[in-house]
């Protein structure tokens, strides 16, 4: 069975720069895994922040970035605002991009 | 401007099959590359990707819950209907049904519909 793992908590200051990771059991994290980043906050339904590992959705606020980073996905936020306290989910393909597998979600805390 | 809904039962029984549509609107799937797909999320867990439509009718499901789903769409309806057979209390979830367009996104979703699996 295939496990996606983020950090399931992290913690940052306002104005502060956090990298959130995204790992798969299978091996290195590429491109060809399609990795998707979505914000949820409580109560509310996902909202699609990255796709393709580093592109933005019109919504997506200039301080959210996708990248690879050491054979994982990855996403960081720079300049955090307190609004970006949330709960981020990483999402990537397998089969060439036929099934998704979500990560276990990191709670990102900015205090 | 691209919307989804979820509707369906809000209680089942165990072994009960569930039986979910997603009605949306803004797009149709005689475009190429559109789908829709679905998706849960158990109370104060992640979320779980479960079936996938593409506009030419290919499907996808997770490996995982393969035997159980079976995804469908109504073209002439702007609707995709999602079941779930043998349904047990762990599969007490919001789920959530999402369009998915050429840039392998899940860019849109509907509010989710909680199903809860209770005798």
């Known amino acids: 069975q295939t496990v996606v793992t983020q950090e399931p908590s992290l913690t940052v200051s306002p104005g502060g720069t956090v990298t959130l990771t995204c790992a798969s059991s299978t091996g290195a994290v590429t491109t060809a895994y399609y990795p998707n980043w979505f914000q949820q906050k409580p109560g509310q339904a996902p909202r699609a922040l990255i796709y393709?590992?580093?592109n933005k959705h019109s919504w997506t606020p200039a301080r959210f970035s996708g990248s690879l980073l050491g054979g994982k996905a990855a996403l960081t936020l720079s300049g955090v605002q307190p609004e970006d306290e949330a709960d981020y989910y990483c999402l990537l393909y397998y089969g060439g991009a036929q099934w998704g597998v979500f990560g276990g979600g990191t709670k990102l805390t900015v205090l | 401007q691209i919307t989804l809904k979820e509707s369906g039962p809000t209680l089942v029984k165990p072994t009960q099959t569930l039986t979910l549509t997603c009605t949306f609107s803004g797009f149709s799937f005689s475009t190429g590359g559109v789908g829709v797909g679905w998706i849960r999320q158990p109370p104060g867990k992640a979320l779980e990707w479960l079936a996938l439509i593409y506009w030419d009718d290919d499907k996808r499901y997770s490996p995982s819950l393969k035997s159980r789903l079976t995804i469908t769409k109504d073209t002439s309806k702007n609707q995709v209907v999602l079941t779930m057979t043998n349904m047990d209390p762990v599969d007490t979830a919001t789920y959530y049904c999402?369009?998915?367009?050429?840039?392998?996104?899940?860019?849109?979703w509907g509010q989710g519909a909680l199903v809860t699996v209770s005798s």
């Open positions: 393709t590992t580093n």
């Open positions: 999402a369009h998915r367009g050429a840039r392998i996104s899940f860019d849109y």
